[in-house]
């Protein structure tokens, strides 16, 4: 094993992990840098007398990595996935089936007294979250005669 490499793997890899902690997507060459530097450190060339032991650490830490970028670690994240899974032309019933986990509206109230909350013309607002973090951090669905025609974020 290349020790240098190894430790770069696991500098890298601790970094996707911090950054996932705290709720930020890495970038995916981030991944690929890991995965990357694991391979350097297991695999040889020309390989060993035992190819196998190398070549299956190597498989059991790619798809390590492969589940930190594929699985959701927070609400967030997966709000971000169910709302960007959104396609232009989808119907009214489809947004709300995609997003039926997640509360619908703005969450604050209009400032005529109406008891309405404030909104965006031809489109529904979702929130995955009422922590102050993440209170206005809103998915926006935009329709045109029953189909939606764009699928946006607006957060503090």
Known sequence: MNRAWAVVGVLVALLIVLCKSVELQPPAWLYLATVLSWAFALLRWPPARTPWRGLSAFAVLAAG???????????????????YSIEPGSSVTDVQHTMARYMVGSGIPALDGSGREIGVPDAVIFRHSTEPAYNCEWGIVHFREGRVTEVSLAYD
């Open 65 to 83: 990595i492969l589940a930190l970028f594929v699985v959701p670690w927070s609400r967030r994240e997966q709000f971000l996935n169910d709302l």
